[in-house]
Each structure stands twice: as C-alpha cells, then as structure tokens.
C-alpha cells in the first residue's frame, strides 16, 4: 500500500512540513447551523477531539467558538481549521476577512487557514475558465502574513488541483501545507495526492463519507462487517490509512463518538477493493 505525504504517529497525528502536529481526524462543521455547531463542537471536544474544521462560508464560526469556550478545553489543545470565503479573491479583503474570522471564533490565532477554493465556487465546474492565478497569489500573500505575524501556526488551500498548485507555488514565498480535497472510498484523487505527497503537501480529505452517500453501499457494509465497525467508521479509517486527514462531519452525539473507532486495519485487499468501488 502506498503512504502519503506525513508520518502517522501513535497518537495521529500529521507533522506538517513546517513541523506543527495536525491531529488525523477532525470534525466537519459544514451545513451546520450556528447554535447546533456550538453543541456539537462542544460535546466533540469533551469526548476527546482536538481538531475542528469550520470556515467563514459555513457561518458558523461564532457557534464553533461558543462550542470550544464551553467544552472546556484549553484552546492550545484545539487544532482549529478555517477558511477564506472562496469568492474573495483579493489582499484586502483577506485582510478583513482573517480579523473578522478570528473574532468570530473568538481567538486570536489560528492552527490553519486555508483559501477555500481556487476559483469562486459557480466557476469551478468550468474547466477551460479564468484561472485566478494572480488573485489567489495575492490572497496567499495576506495569509503568509498572517503566518508570520503568528495569526496562523500553518496555512494551506483546498479544491486546489495540481496545475493550481503549481501556479500558487511559483508565486509564493512560503509554501501551501495543506490541501483539504473532496476524497473518499472510489473517488480518490491518486495523481493530485502524489504530487501533494512529492511536495510534502498534507492531503485532507472532506466528506470521507460522500456527505452521507457511501453510508447505505452494501459492499461496504460486508466489508466493515469483517473488521466488526460500521460502514462510516470503515470509510474514515480508509482515507486515514492512505495518509490523509479525515473530517467527517457529524451533529448526532452517538455519530461524533462512533467516529473515533477506528482502532483497526484495513487488509491490502479490502484497500484494494475500497479504492475500485
Ligand atoms: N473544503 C471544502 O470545500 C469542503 C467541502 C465539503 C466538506 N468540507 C468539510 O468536510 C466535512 C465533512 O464533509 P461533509 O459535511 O460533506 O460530510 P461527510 O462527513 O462525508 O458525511 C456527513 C453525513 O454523514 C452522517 N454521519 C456521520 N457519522 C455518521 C455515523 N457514525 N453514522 C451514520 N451517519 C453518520 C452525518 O449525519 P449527522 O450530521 O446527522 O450526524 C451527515 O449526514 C464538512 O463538514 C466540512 O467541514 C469541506
């Protein structure tokens, strides 16, 4: 079995290139509404994660902040994870967009901030289209910025694919950490995480569970059978054993707990098999 970019360590943990520890898994926030953010961040933290990823798209972030207060938990624990709106494609407007994030979580730094698309999202489906080279550099700049000036312990993007990548790393002084793309069992993208693992890029993968689409595959339910988990454990632990971070999102309490068994190994075969549903 192939391994990517980042060295798993017992407590999963990513070393990203710049040596920070990404916790593996995380929770999603996406399509959460403030307040249910604010509980479901709250009992996932008091039940044992350290890593939550939400963005200024999601608006929740106030939520997300109120929940991390609540739970207890020393913010030097949390591995805290936003993004810059994908439509905002210029220095200053990041600017503004960083401050007005880090006040909505109610922190004054955070663990990683990425641009959370190359292009604005009713643009990303066309290929042939505007490529926002310049304008994704100059937002890059604002968060190396950011970076030094200790707002954020890493930075990174997501959605980029490799021709994005490489216009980004031509242009940049430091170099993306991370790239947060859509991965799960079947729909893996295998060259893109090749070349993030040449790079030492860390690869995340988002909606580890097709946000919800993989949950009623019967082949994967005879698959987790085997190693006694259920299937959204069984697609988590997949994306994990490929090297990458996993944030599957969950707001049920019985699905943020379930979601941390993952004390497992999938066979090279049933990898296989996963990789060619
Ligand atoms: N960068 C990007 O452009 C981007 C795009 C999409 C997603 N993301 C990130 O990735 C995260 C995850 O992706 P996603 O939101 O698309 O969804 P997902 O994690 O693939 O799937 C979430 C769905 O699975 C359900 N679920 C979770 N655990 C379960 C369990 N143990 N048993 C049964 N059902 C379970 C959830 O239900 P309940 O909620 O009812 O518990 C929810 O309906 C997002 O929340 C977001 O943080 C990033």
Redesign the pocket.
Same mark, same amino acid.
């Given at each position: 079995m192939q391994r990517f970019w980042g060295e798993i360590m017992t407590n999963r943990t990513i070393l990203l290139q710049n040596g920070v520890g990404m916790p593996q898994l995380?929770?999603?926030?996406?399509?959460?509404p403030d307040a249910a953010a604010e509980r479901?961040v709250e009992h996932a933290l008091r039940f044992g994660y350290r890593h939550i990823?939400? /963005?200024v798209?999601?608006e929740n972030e106030s939520g997300v902040g109120r929940g991390l207060k609540r739970s207890g938990v020393g913010r030097g624990e949390v591995f805290l994870?936003s993004?810059i709106l994908?439509e905002c494609k210029n220095y200053g407007e990041t600017k503004r967009m960083i401050d007005c994030s880090l006040r909505a979580l109610g922190t004054d730094y955070l663990d990683l901030m @990425?641009i !959370?698309?190359p292009r604005p999202w009713d643009e990303m489906g066309d290929d042939n289209g505007y490529r926002y080279e310049e304008e994704n550099a100059a937002v890059w700049r604002a968060l190396e910025e950011g970076y030094t000036a200790g707002k954020f312990r890493a930075i990174g993007v +997501?959605?980029f694919e490799i021709d994005d990548l490489r216009s980004l790393m031509r242009r940049c002084s430091i170099p993306p950490m991370v790239d947060?793309?859509?991965a799960?069992a079947g729909e893996i993208p295998w060259e893109l995480l090749e070349f993030c693992r040449t790079n030492r890029i860390a690869a995340e993968?988002? +909606? *580890? @569970?097709?946000?919800?689409?993989?949950?009623k595959r019967g082949e994967l339910a005879a698959i987790a059978e085997k190693y006694g988990v259920?299937? *959204?454990?069984l697609?988590?632990a997949y994306v994990m054993q490929l090297g990458m971070i996993a944030? *599957?999102? /969950?707001? +049920?309490p019985? !699905?943020?707990e379930?979601?941390t068994e993952l004390g497992f190994t999938i066979s090279e075969d049933d990898m296989r098999a996963l990789a060619a549903l």
């Amino acid at each position: 079995m192939q391994r990517f970019w980042g060295e798993i360590m017992t407590n999963r943990t990513i070393l990203l290139q710049n040596g920070v520890g990404m916790p593996q898994l995380g929770l999603g926030t996406w399509q959460v509404p403030d307040a249910a953010a604010e509980r479901s961040v709250e009992h996932a933290l008091r039940f044992g994660y350290r890593h939550i990823d939400t /963005a200024v798209a999601y608006e929740n972030e106030s939520g997300v902040g109120r929940g991390l207060k609540r739970s207890g938990v020393g913010r030097g624990e949390v591995f805290l994870t936003s993004k810059i709106l994908a439509e905002c494609k210029n220095y200053g407007e990041t600017k503004r967009m960083i401050d007005c994030s880090l006040r909505a979580l109610g922190t004054d730094y955070l663990d990683l901030m @990425l641009i !959370h698309a190359p292009r604005p999202w009713d643009e990303m489906g066309d290929d042939n289209g505007y490529r926002y080279e310049e304008e994704n550099a100059a937002v890059w700049r604002a968060l190396e910025e950011g970076y030094t000036a200790g707002k954020f312990r890493a930075i990174g993007v +997501s959605n980029f694919e490799i021709d994005d990548l490489r216009s980004l790393m031509r242009r940049c002084s430091i170099p993306p950490m991370v790239d947060q793309v859509r991965a799960y069992a079947g729909e893996i993208p295998w060259e893109l995480l090749e070349f993030c693992r040449t790079n030492r890029i860390a690869a995340e993968a988002y +909606s *580890p @569970l097709a946000t919800g689409g993989l949950l009623k595959r019967g082949e994967l339910a005879a698959i987790a059978e085997k190693y006694g988990v259920g299937v *959204p454990q069984l697609c988590i632990a997949y994306v994990m054993q490929l090297g990458m971070i996993a944030i *599957p999102k /969950a707001v +049920s309490p019985a !699905h943020i707990e379930e979601n941390t068994e993952l004390g497992f190994t999938i066979s090279e075969d049933d990898m296989r098999a996963l990789a060619a549903l």
